[in-house]
């Protein structure tokens, strides 16, 4: 049977202190809060939907538009803990469990439906236990220095993140322009016990390394099934990339 999206619980983890631009959330493109941009790219596909904060302003904001939202602790470590505390206290408040969970960047606004459509496409995959979406790049001397690639199976399923471009090419086969790369889009899908059991595991070499959350599921076993799409991301970390953003939907007129 065909998953839909009343499957799945989609989770919004909305930091204020962020290392790099603290308020971010808060932070407006046009008339609206990034929050918001956010909220309403995800409600275009996912039915339950909730923003997990430890910040007072954030939750008054979201609730101020009419977003569901949910007070977490602020002694979390990363986004996929606040993620797992927003599923009990929500599943708790709306009186539903939920099989999936989807982690959804707060810093996002750009965020496109087919970015979670196809990771919802990954679950109808009975093995698939954690999963997440990558952009299909060419080959180009261009690539981005600043993004995360990743390298997959033949069944789709991830091999290595790095926050190099990966794999590497020879001289020779640059030439032929032909190979593929696949840049990473930091939005996750989880069962419901894969998420428990993430959260148990201690952080990992690889994970500390290269600070990517996700290798610490690789260098455990586990497998993280990889949807494509050609939508590219935008996520806000710097106030540089705000500005970006903010050109892009003076430019369009919408996200």
Not at 187 to 196: K, R, S, V
């Amino acid at each position: 049977m065909k998953l839909n999206s009343s499957d799945f619980l989609g989770v919004i983890p909305a930091r204020f202190n962020s290392t790099r631009l603290k308020g971010k959330p808060l932070m407006k493109i046009g008339e609206k809060t990034m929050i918001e941009h956010v909220y309403s790219r995800a409600s275009e596909v996912l039915e339950n939907l909730v923003v997990a904060t430890d910040d007072k302003n954030i939750f008054d904001t979201v609730n101020n538009f009419g977003g569901n939202v949910v007070l977490t602790k602020k002694d979390h470590l990363n986004g996929t803990s606040r993620c797992l505390e927003a599923v009990d206290i929500w599943s708790k408040e709306y009186g539903k469990s939920f099989n999936y969970v989807i982690n959804i960047q707060g810093d996002e606004p750009l965020l496109h439906k087919d970015h979670i459509a196809k990771l919802i496409d990954c679950f109808n995959d009975s093995k698939t236990e954690f999963a997440t979406i990558a952009q299909k790049l060419n080959f180009s001397d261009n690539l981005p220095k600043d993004k995360v690639f990743l390298v997959k199976d033949t069944f789709n399923y991830a091999l290595y993140f790095s926050r190099h471009a990966i794999p590497f090419v020879r001289e020779g086969e640059r030439k032929k322009n032909t190979h593929e790369f696949h840049q990473h889009i930091g939005i996750y899908g989880y069962t419901i016990n894969a998420l428990e059991k993430f959260q148990q595991l201690k952080p990992s070499k690889l994970e500390i390394n290269e600070k990517l959350e996700q290798l610490r599921w690789l260098e455990n076993g586990g497998k993280i099934k990889v949807g494509t799409t050609i939508y590219p991301s935008f996520p806000v970390d710097t106030l540089e990339d705000l500005i970006s953003v903010r050109k892009v939907y003076a430019s369009k007129g919408h996200l």
